[in-house]
């Protein structure tokens, strides 16, 4: 990423973010609003509906990542970092929502084809619309990479998906112009939804992965294996294992154990046990490391997960 964006995007929170996507939402839905009211064409109803996805997902959005920032309490010593999970599931309900009321309009149009009025104008009105939104999509999505937010790219993952949306049912319209089969209006609406519709299962996967402790990417799980190797490799007598992670919205975690020799001081075992949480989490952002010390030779007891009981 060029040097003179990341600056700026590290000033862009995901605060500012969202609530320039709800001003955005806005002027969107008026514009394709607009649009449809001048044409009559569902393709173009069909994207406003989903500008009105929209706003509703970059509102509970904007509430999620304020309670996500709250510091940790008594009732939430880890945090409230997940509750950005709830804003990209939320999200994805959402959309799954707006394909299911886009399909509805464009069956009923395609049993009773209308033409379609004032196309010039109304496409127009649809391509300033999605100007607006790509570009915010394009920020959203490189900042939620530098914040690290599941709101943030959950928000502009839908906002390319209604750009795309908006550039189909354009060139859907204007085919319509061109050939006057009225029918390719209400058919492009449902492809419209129909690939809405896979962003949205998607996005509801991922936040469902999340709330499940999903271990950290492979490549995160790299570094954390390189760090532990260096220090092994330094400290012949020291050893790693059991190294789990997860990720928690922002929040990264790492839990391990450092097996070292009994012989050894116990300030010396903590200092070592400092450097390496300090490497570790100069190697991955975000992340907090739990180390628990061992002798060595001694391997922690396992947890075993309660059996069920048979009815």
Do not use: C
């Amino acid at each position: 990423m060029p040097r003179v964006i990341t600056p700026l995007l590290d000033r862009l929170t995901p605060r500012r973010l969202l609530q320039a996507s709800i001003a955005v939402a806005l002027l969107t839905i008026a514009l394709k609003t607009a649009a449809w009211w001048l044409t009559g064409s569902v393709g173009l109803l069909s994207d406003a509906l989903e500008s009105l996805v929209n706003l509703a997902g970059a509102s509970f959005g904007l509430l999620m990542v304020t309670i996500a920032a709250r510091p940790a309490d008594a009732e939430h010593p880890y945090g409230h970092h997940k509750a950005e999970y709830f804003s990209s599931g939320f999200e994805g309900v959402l959309i799954i929502a707006a394909a299911a009321g886009i399909v509805w309009a464009a069956v009923g149009r395609l049993l009773q084809p209308q033409p379609l009025e004032q196309l010039g104008l109304g496409l127009w009105l649809s391509v300033i619309s999605s100007v607006f939104n790509g570009v915010l999509a394009w920020v959203m999505l490189r900042a939620s990479r530098v914040h690290r937010s599941v709101a943030l790219e959950g928000d502009a993952r839908h906002l390319f998906t209604d750009v795309w949306t908006s550039v189909g049912v354009v060139l859907g319209i204007g085919l319509v112009a061109v050939t006057g089969w009225l029918w390719l209006d209400p058919v492009l609406a449902i492809l419209v939804a129909l690939n809405i519709l896979r962003e949205g299962l998607h996005l509801i996967k991922d936040a469902s992965q999340g709330l499940m402790d999903e271990a950290l990417d492979p490549e995160l799980q790299s570094s954390i294996e390189r760090v532990l190797a260096g220090f092994a490799q330094k400290q012949p007598l020291v050893r790693f294992d059991h190294v789990t992670t997860r990720k928690a919205g922002q929040r990264r975690f790492a839990d391990l154990h450092m097996h070292l020799p009994a012989a050894w001081p116990l300030g010396r075992a903590a200092a070592l046990r400092g450097e390496v949480e300090q490497a570790l989490m100069q190697a991955v952002p975000g992340l907090r490391a739990s180390i628990q010390l061992l002798p060595t030779g001694v391997e922690a007891l396992a947890v075993k997960e309660p059996e069920e009981t048979l009815q």
